[in-house]
């Protein structure tokens, strides 16, 4: 994977130099980085719901140079209430003079010299944004108005109706066109156990056979009304799926999307009746309930063979996901990503499996500390790896997503 510009830096990352944030000897620039972020909500400011906390990582990784110029939100008085609490604590620095604007047609209008920023972080939720259309095309403004500014942008690439792809893939095409550096949020390419898993590969120069993904979501942890209606949040499949769709993807390259067939479990049906729920789905349109399995294979470009499940099942707080990647003589399978990674290896040579542990670590810190130092271009450091996932990889992910959507969708069609 490359970044849209093209480089000289590793495709991948040395496991051991993904250090947590207070091991990780910083070769920083010199100067203010100004940033502004898109979105004031969960992922930017942190949540009970997980680790995430962008702008506590990019503290972190900058610290007294980071200066957060503008936040872009329409929710005014939630960004100014974020701002008032950071304000109060020891990285006021970065936020004493923030402007909050409701969009960015705002920011353009009041933008001051000494405000130019280094990078956007967008946050924003997808269906304001990867595609070509007026207000949901935040990616094409900021690179009309800020040509060059790098940007980092959440996963999904959008959630617009399935007709929408092309408007992704032409927004990925003008970023590549725009050379501005970018990456999106698949934090989960940065965990130390997947870095291991590539370096496995490359050292023993496997062909990788199949993927076999299993992502079991806590759905008594999920009390957001919207992620439950497929009308907002496209169902689980692409937006919360969609890390374990990339990750497959990651070890299996690209998918053959013609090939892509799917059953699904629904929320009609006997078996797929819920009782923890904590929303009350009577008030979603029957229609745009989501399924509770969607069970998908494919075919790879090469030949391999991918496999994902989808469960809206457990009950409780933490989720159960696991991804095997399959090479001859070799089993790697990697197990609770989110929580505490675990990476089981059976090689050649025995059947045992080695269990390799990674405290400590964090992927949401290790992302953007990958993007900060390509913003800032330090070659003084050949190792620094390249951005891991670029826009148009994400876009190939929301593709991914899209189809087994579909599939599962033409296979209910079927049996009713
Ligand atoms: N990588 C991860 O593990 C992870 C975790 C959480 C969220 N996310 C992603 O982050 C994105 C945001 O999720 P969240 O949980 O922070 O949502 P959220 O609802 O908590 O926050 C979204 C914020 O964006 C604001 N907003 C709405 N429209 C806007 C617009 N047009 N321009 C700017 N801001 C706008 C809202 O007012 C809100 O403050 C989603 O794409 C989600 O999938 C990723």
């Known amino acids: 994977m490359s970044s849209s510009r093209p480089s000289s830096r590793r495709g991948s990352i040395d496991p051991a130099r993904l250090q947590p944030m207070h091991k990780v000897h910083q070769l920083s620039g010199v100067g203010d980085f100004n940033v502004v972020f898109v979105g004031a909500g969960n992922i930017m400011f942190g949540s009970d ?57 705002e920011l353009v209008q009041n933008m001051t010299p000494n405000m130019a920023p280094r990078a956007f972080v967008i946050g924003s939720p997808p269906m304001f944004r990867g595609t070509t259309q007026s207000g949901r095309d935040i990616e094409l403004q900021i690179l009309k108005n800020f040509p060059g500014v790098a940007l980092f942008i959440e996963k999904p690439v959008a959630t617009g109706p ?21 990456s999106v949020g698949y934090m989960l390419r940065y965990l130390r156990a997947v870095q291991m898993m590539k370096q496995i590969i490359a050292d023993n ?29 496209a169902g689980p499949i692409i937006e919360q799926g969609t890390h374990f769709c990339d990750l497959s993807r990651y070890f299996g390259g690209d998918v053959d999307i013609s090939t892509v067939v799917a ?14 729920q904590k929303i009350d789905e009577g008030k979603i349109a029957l229609e745009n ?19 994902f499940t989808h469960l809206t099942a ?3 707080h933490d989720y159960s996901c696991e991804l095997e990647v399959y090479a001859d003589g070799y089993q790697l399978k990697l ?6 990674p675990v990476l089981y290896v059976r090689r050649p040579g ?61 296979s209910r069609a079927a049996r009713k």
């Open 49 to 105: 719901e997980g680790p995430w906390n962008h702008s506590f990582r990019f503290e972190h990784k900058l610290g007294p140079r980071l200066k957060v110029v503008a936040i872009v939100d329409p929710a005014v008085e939630r960004a100014r209430a974020v701002l008032g609490e950071k304000c109060e604590t020891f990285v006021r620095s970065a936020y004493e003079h923030t402007q909050v604007f409701r969009t960015l047609d």
């Open 350 to 410: 025995s059947d045992h499996e080695e269990a390799h542990q990674f405290s400590d670590d964090d992927p949401f810190f290790s992302e953007v500390s990958v993007l900060v130092d390509n913003i800032e271009d330090i070659e003084e450091d050949p190792e620094t790896a390249q951005i891991l996932s670029n826009f148009e990889d994400a876009v190939k992910t929301y593709e991914l997503t899209w189809a087994i959507r579909e599939a599962a969708e033409r």
């Open 205 to 233: 120069n496997l062909t990788v056979m199949a993927t076999v993904a299993r992502y079991a979501a806590a759905y008594e942890a999920i009390a957001k009304l919207d992620w439950w209606d497929k009308s907002k949040s």
């Open 263 to 276: 059953h699904s479990l629904e929320w009609d049906e006997e078996a797929g009746k819920l009782s923890k």
């Open 289 to 307: 309930r989501v399924s509770r399995v969607t069970s998908a294979t494919w075919k790879y470009r090469s030949g391999a063979v991918g496999t």
């Open 335 to 340: 197990v609770n990503p989110y929580v505490a």
């Open 314 to 316: 457990l009950q409780g």
């Open 162 to 182: 399935k007709e929408e792809l092309a408007q992704a893939f032409k927004v990925a095409e003008e970023i590549k066109r725009n050379g501005a550096i970018c």
